[in-house]
């Protein structure tokens, strides 16, 4: 929820200024509140004579909870060049006087906090938008008053090098795989609601440097997915994430379907295909060779080969893929290795 905040206000008097960088500074409703009242208190001369009894009572505290949040405003901030807010100064009975609270001058440090964000707004781009930081706190003790519950700051420089660099060409491959697949989802529910394409083409991104996917593969994916008899891939299939996701399994149903014509599957595929017929082939040999093995089980999916078995009764797991590379060798060097073992 998001509250625009006006004031009706015609004559100024008996009021309180303060240095608006107090909300950047992460503090508690409690620090606030016991700093205004010190503020309050100090006046033009800044210098704080107040007991804590009443200081806490104004704020609506316990004098332990006062006396503890006015140590925490004495510590120094690194956000105001190593100053604390506060300054307190204790005197005993015997030197006759009150213990001093100075309110510290951070006037230069708010001056310049917001005039490093003031070129960073002038930029005349959608990232002069202020972003939304949401600050919202218990009621304010000093005046049962929420404090802000919104503020709007501009982006930093770092902050906008992120976002420029999120914005992708209209001509990168994962932003014309993302709208491919939503021309495709569309063609099934044309109201679909528009997608954030920055957030779709971060999974493209992944599938193609991460999981070295072809652009090619992808999209005759895709084609598959909604040229399929089976509708089940089409209705889940509604974002990149989910393609992402399920994309080995896709895989898997798609070369094992029996194309319409031999443009779905392109011909560097066939080497993908008859690698995981021979490896299946293989897991199914050994999967028949230790089928009595007390210590061994294996199984077979459609994907992978998965091998359980007992060392000094600790059960043990290993999964491989069919399309893993060197796989025979792998599974080889595993079978091995448990018969070490056992």
């Known amino acids: 929820m998001v509250y625009q905040i006006c004031e009706e206000i015609s004559e100024k008097k008996y009021f309180t200024q303060f240095c608006n960088i107090i909300f950047h500074l992460n503090l508690s409703c409690y620090e606030i509140a016991v700093y205004l009242a010190i503020k309050r208190t100090a006046g033009h001369d800044g210098y704080c004579s107040k007991g804590l009894r009443r200081l806490a009572e104004e704020c609506g505290l316990s004098k332990s909870q006062a006396s503890l949040t006015i140590k925490k405003l004495e510590k120094a901030r690194e956000e105001l060049s190593g100053k604390s807010l506060i300054k307190v100064v204790q005197k005993t009975k015997k030197d006759g006087g009150e213990n001093i609270i100075t309110v510290s001058n951070i006037m230069p440090e708010n001056i310049a906090f917001f005039e490093k964000k003031k070129p960073v707004s002038k930029i005349k781009n959608d990232n002069q938008k202020s972003k939304k930081v949401s600050t919202t706190r ?31 060409d209209k001509n990168s491959p994962s932003l014309l795989l993302s709208k491919y697949l939503f021309e495709k989802i569309t063609l099934i529910n044309p109201k679909h609601k528009q997608p954030n394409f920055n957030e779709w083409n971060t999974h493209i991104e992944l599938m193609l440097n991460q999981d070295n996917r072809t652009e090619d593969e992808i999209k005759t994916l895709i084609d598959w997915i909604f040229k399929s008899d089976d509708p089940f891939w089409s209705l889940n299939i509604l974002n990149t994430e989910k393609l992402r996701k399920q994309y080995d399994k896709i895989y898997i149903q798609m070369i094992k379907a029996k194309p319409k014509n031999n443009s779905i599957i392109p011909s560097e595929d066939k080497r993908k295909i008859e690698l995981i017929q021979t490896n299946k082939q293989l897991a199914e040999f050994l999967q028949k060779k230790h089928a ?23 059960n043990h797991g290993f999964a491989l893929g069919f399309l893993e590379h060197g796989f025979k060798e792998q599974i080889n060097s595993f079978l091995n290795k448990v018969d070490f073992l056992g």
């Open 138 to 168: 218990t009621p304010c003790p000093l005046d049962g008053q929420l404090l802000p519950v919104e503020v709007s700051i501009p982006w930093t420089k770092e902050e906008l090098n992120i976002k420029k660099n999120q914005k992708k």
């Open 292 to 314: 009595n093995s007390p210590t061994l089980k294996i199984t077979t999916s459609e994907n992978k080969i998965q091998i359980s078995y007992k060392v000094n009764n600790n």
